[in-house]
């Protein structure tokens, strides 16, 4: 049955989510604190594969572990077997002709009220996962699991009424010219990582937003909180078979997608490694495709300071900390850290002698390390064991070419996975600290004196081959505008006098190039771009009597001969 669109709607004013301060004795911290007491008690939990509406147990049993506490676990999931991965693929495809043309007014209320739920009903509990089973303090799932997630999902439904509304400003006389932005000819891989809960939930939302199904593999690290993420769509409104979830072996389910002739699209975010290995299986597989699939990823960084002689010392020490530490970069398996996270700081010696050095000390010897169930801990535990081995591991060969560790590069893995935030001061600017991914709490220090600072845009720009996030701090205007123009392909994202970390959705939109991504700029208006395939329509409304042009009149001549 065809739904009338009986008047042109308008979305509700959308603002980012305000965010909760989680004080002590505050309403929200007893609420968070309740919901973190409950989870404890029930779990471990036990997840399904989701496929077309309905839980599928495959008995094939994997489980999260929780990184504060390695010896429990969160939950334990069905991992998705061949079978579920071919029914999920063909349910989705069933269910695409009824999601794509849905009223676009409908398919907005169901993702306004999946944020609504997010910031509501769901938050302490979505939280709470989060904490739990990707180790992050409070704040840090504040800003997560509950502020960003809602603020995708709501600026998303403002960016798609935003696209629709772009049409072609010209019509020839008596005809009508208007685009249609369709979803995608087939199915979407959402593939998504351990680390933000919000990606979780935007990796296969902002396809859905457009009208494309989706099947989405999660990482094995956030499988608990990405399920209740699907509980949310699927209370919201999303119908079965549109947003598929089918936890599992990442190798094999992400195969078996890409091999189907149906295929339309990959949005990931995981590690740079396994995306070009992704690009390249699904080049091979182009004569197989219908079309030529979209592919959409955001992978790793190396993300840098810099700290001019002109920049006011406090701040970027402050922002430094924070850049570095306040969600420790983390590495598992194929998943990625907070991309973002500073791992090189470029100091003039100048200010490094002024207090630079004595000041960053100084704070990160306040941070206390330990399990995110205490408020007081600052940063909690680095994903797994590969990212404890790997972490430790680069301490070392830093500190065996010749590095000197400042303060840290000590861990305890007896209970949970810690390492102490870690400082390597580098006289090579080339050491394997400041050009290899780390993803753990480790930054390296590398000093330049004051007059070589063009010189030390051109180290920052060739050093690694990512470019996320960096951040400029001068007082000096020629500094800031000299680092920009010299830098310019160094970073998808430049702060001024601000920590690279910390994009806001609707505000900063977040993306790098290089081997750090396609640079779509989640949190924007371009992202939705890749998921849609636009096709122009012209109608007539005034009929033609006669296919000759003017221009065929007459006869022509040429010089005195009548041809």
Known sequence: MTTPQLATFKIPAIENEPMRSYAPGSVERKALEAALTQMEHELPFEVPCIVNGKEVKTGKIAKQPMPHDHARHLC???E??????????????????????????????IF???????????????????????????????IDAA????????????????????????????????????????????????????????????????????????????????????????????????????????AEVVAQAINNPNFAALHFTGSTFIFKKL???????????????????????????????????????????????????????????????????????????????????????????????????FMGPVIGRPAYDKITGYIEKAKAAGGEVLIGGTGDDSKGYFIQPTVILSKDPKSVTLVEEIFGPVITVFLYEDENYEQTLDIIDSTTDYALTGAIFAAERKALL??????????????????????VVGQQPF?????????????????????????????????VEDFHYPSNLGAMKWGNVEM
């Open 482 to 503: 000299t680092a920009t123009n010299r830098l310019r392909n160094a970073a998808g994202n430049v702060y001024y006098n601000e920590k690279c970390t910390g994009a």
């Open 80 to 109: 998705a077997d061949k079978a579920t991965v071919a029914s999920a693929i063909e349910g989705s495809l069933a269910a695409k002709a009824e999601w794509e043309s849905m009223p676009w007014n409908d398919r907005a209320a």
């Open 279 to 377: 690009w390249k299986d699904i080049s091979v597989n182009l004569d197989v495709y219908k079309g030529y699939p979209r592919i959409v990823g955001e992978t790793g960084g190396k993300n840098f300071h810099l700290v001019h002689k002109s920049a006011e010392i406090r701040n970027a020490v402050i922002q430094t900390v924070r850049g570095a530490f306040e969600y420790q970069g983390m590495w598992f398996y194929f998943s990625p850290p907070k991309c973002s996270a500073l791992s090189r700081l470029y100091v003039s010696t100048s200010v490094w002698n002024a207090g630079f050095k004595d000041q960053l000390l100084s704070e990160i010897a306040k941070i206390k390390v330990g399990t995110p169930l205490d408020f007081g801990n």
């Open 76 to 78: 334990a999931y069905h």
């Open 147 to 250: 502020a960003e997630l809602a603020d995708f999902l709501r600026f998303g439904v403002k960016f798609v009424e935003e696209l629709y509304t772009q049409q072609p400003s010209k019509n020839a006389p008596g005809a009508w010219n208007r685009v249609e932005y369709r979803a995608l000819e087939g199915f979407v891989l959402a593939v998504s990582p351990f680390n933000f809960t919000a990606i979780g939930g935007n990796l296969p939302g902002t396809p859905a937003l457009v009208g494309n199904v989706v099947v989405w593999k999660p990482s094995p690290a956030a499988t608990y909180s990405n399920y209740i993420i699907h509980q949310i769509f699927t209370e919201a409104g999303v119908p079965p078979g549109v947003i598929q979830f089918t936890p599992g072996p990442p």
């Open 112 to 142: 306004l009220k999946a944020a609504d739920l997010v910031a509501g009903k769901y938050r302490y509990k979505l939280m709470a996962a989060t904490i739990l089973g990707q180790g992050k303090n409070a704040w840090q799932a504040e």
């Open 511 to 543: 993306g790098g190039a290089r081997a750090s991504g396609t640079n779509d700029k989640a949190g924007s208006i371009s992202i939705f771009y890749r998921f849609v395939s636009a096709r122009s329509i012209k109608e007539n409304f005034v009929g």
